[in-house]
């Protein structure tokens, strides 16, 4: 059986076509999946967009009050409707733990018997441990920075990827964090220099420390990439590149620091109102729908799977856990490989570009 | 194709009464049949854990995992939406795979939900990893009911092994004599292999209600014999 579901036009136009023969009033559709609403789909007869009220929809089937004509071109578009586009590189949790019953459970497989919520366990913990270091990072969150110069972290944050702002040109410039300044917990005193207590006999404590004020007071607008002249954007992209100076201040691009116990990034002064952009992970499992592997991972997921309930249970002979542990590692390096997704052209031309700078 | 109950009662009577060991009536018939068809429906179950332990072979029509499926799907009820969730109410003799219908996108999917004690669902539903959920069901038998768990499940589907309908010999009492009478008669569901079984089965059963010890010995010794041969 093919693994593309549904048909091409669906896919690129979100559409179907049906031909009329005089006396059919009835049409199954047969999206997937299948519109939930009548408003959630527009009908064309030859090309006329047909009102509403003369036909309804159910469950997947179209219903016309009255029979098109032979030969007639229905065309059915889904509107509202989320893009299945590109979706064909990935497979979903819920197929991976239903093809991995077929493949690895039951009389005379490797595992005889085990509870579906263990397969579904070890498969959402696969998904996690993948998504930290073996699949692409797809998340991404654009914000202008307000004047507090704070980003809220994503509500699915795990970590950053990577911080960065969007210069005139689209060109998005890499922000580096900071390590000699934080926004440490400030403790409110009185005028004595006494620590404040609330009613509860809690520590009071202001939000925004010194030491957090005086880094964003700091404004050297002066030294930004906009100020430097000249044509060679690479050069401008300033990567550190400043010999003899601490790479990571040896740049324009910006700060930034992250309070993971106030969930904020914090940047500094010279990005106020500058548009960035956080790349980071996720643990795969926020939403159903990002419950998902591509599909270069797909046997790494398995052969996890299959290590980690061997490996959970007892009297498992020690050379099937030990046999299934080399089969995982392998099979994860093999997703790296491929999703690290390099290509000869590119090799080519970045290397190039290193033995460009190296002759600087 | 099902045993029919007539070939196996005459069958009975003929080896009982051989020697004038006694007479069944068919009410005693009736009763002993419907014992034997549940002793040997019951008794597929452990052979097949056995069997399955056993290496057999490619030859379908004799490998004994097969043959004893092949006895068992004539009862077997796949994928029955269970509008009602008792047990008893739906004739389960044993419960399959049970699954949770539930709607993803608009469309209806059928997931197998997982069986849980209460002390397990317990432990499972202490986990954000392990807990029911629409994609992920789980169910509990509360009072002899399938009880799904798991938000936004729409309905339960249910695999399972039906009980045999119980069998009965018909007849009408012309001049004193039991005449069958295949109108209100109800064969054996049984797989067609099993008559000889039956006949053994409920001469063996009737040696002990006309309290004839030989004749429960000659049918236990030759269905000793056949099952030894059955799992060598």
């Known amino acids: 059986m093919a693994l593309f579901k549904g048909t091409q036009q669906q896919y690129y136009d979100n559409s179907k076509t049906f031909t009329g023969n005089g006396s059919n009033k009835a049409f199954v559709l047969g999206f997937s999946p299948a519109p939930l609403l009548e408003s959630d789909i527009d009908v064309f007869v030859n090309g006329t967009e047909v009102d509403n009220g003369d036909y309804v929809y159910a469950s997947g089937t179209l219903t016309f009050d009255t029979a098109p004509a032979s030969g007639a071109l229905i065309l059915v578009r889904e509107i509202n409707v989320d893009d299945q586009l590109g979706n064909y590189q990935y497979i979903t949790l819920q197929d991976i733990t239903n093809n991995f019953r077929v493949a690895y459970v039951g009389e005379g497989k490797i595992i005889s018997k085990v509870k579906i919520p263990d397969i579904n366990f070890h498969a959402q913990r696969a998904m996690q441990e993948f998504s930290y270091d073996t699949l692409k990072s797809e998340k991404s969150q654009e914000i202008e920075l307000p004047p507090s110069l704070k980003m809220k972290l994503p509500h699915d944050y795990v970590n950053y990827v990577q911080f960065s702002w969007k210069d005139n040109a689209g060109v998005e410039r890499i922000i580096y964090p900071v390590r000699k300044t934080s926004n440490p917990r400030a403790i409110l005193q009185d005028g004595s220099y006494n620590y404040v207590f609330g009613d509860d006999n809690k520590l009071l404590t202001v939000e925004d420390s010194e030491t957090w004020k005086a880094f964003k007071a700091n404004s050297d607008n002066d030294n930004t990439v906009e100020n430097v002249s000249g044509p060679d954007t690479d050069a401008t992209l300033a990567e550190g590149r400043r010999y003899g100076l601490t790479p990571e201040h040896a740049q324009f691009n910006g700060l930034f620091f992250i309070d993971n116990s106030r969930g904020y990034a914090f940047f500094s002064s010279d990005l106020n109102g500058k548009v960035i952009t956080i790349k980071y992970i996720s643990d795969g499992l926020g939403t159903e729908d990002e419950m998902r592997v591509h599909k270069f991972a797909e046997e790494a997921i398995y052969k996890y799977i299959a290590h980690a309930i061997l490996a959970s249970k007892v009297n498992t002979p020690e050379y099937i856990v030990a046999r299934f542990k080399r089969e995982r590692r392998a099979a994860i390096r093999q997703a790296k490989l491929r999703l690290s997704n390099l290509k000869i052209e590119e090799i080519n031309l970045v290397m190039k570009n290193k033995s460009k700078i190296i002759k600087h | 194709m099902a045993v029919n109950i007539n070939t196996v009662y005459l069958r009975v009577l003929a080896i009982a009464n051989k020697e004038q060991r006694g007479y069944i009536t068919p009410q005693e018939f009736n009763t002993l049949a419907n014992q034997a068809q549940l002793d040997i429906f019951e008794q597929y179950f452990y052979d ?9 072979n490619d030859t379908i029509h004799a490998d004994p995992v097969d043959m004893l499926e092949e006895k068992i799907e004539k009862f077997s009820i796949f994928n029955a939406p ?13 419960l399959g ?17 997982q069986h849980m004690s209460h002390s397990e669902l317990r432990q499972y539903l202490s986990s954000p990893l392990t807990a029911p959920a629409k994609t992920r069901p789980m169910y509990t038998i509360d009072n002899n009911s399938i009880v799904m768990h798991g938000d936004g499940v729409d309905g339960t589907n249910i ?53 004839d010890p030989q004749l429960y010995q000659i049918a236990a010794t030759e269905d000793a014999k056949n099952i030894q041969q059955e799992k060598q």
Do not use: C, M
């Not at chain 2, 008893?88 to 044993?94: A, E, G, I, K, P």
């Open chain 2, 159 to 211: 695999n399972y092994i039906k009980k045999p309908v119980d069998v009965y010999w018909g007849y009408n009492i012309i001049n004193g004599e039991a005449l069958y009478n295949p109108a209100t008669s109800i064969n054996f569901e049984l797989h067609a292999s099993e008559e000889t079984e039956l006949v053994l089965k409920i001469l063996s059963l009737s040696g002990v209600v006309i309290r």
């Open chain 2, 82 to 94: 269970a509008t009602n969730a008792n047990l008893d109410v739906l004739q389960v003799y044993r």
């Open chain 2, 97 to 113: 795979a049970v699954f949770a219908r539930v709607s993803i996108n608009g469309a209806t999917q059928i997931i197998e939900a």
């Open chain 2, 48 to 56: 097949l854990n056995q069997f399955l332990r056993l290496p057999g």
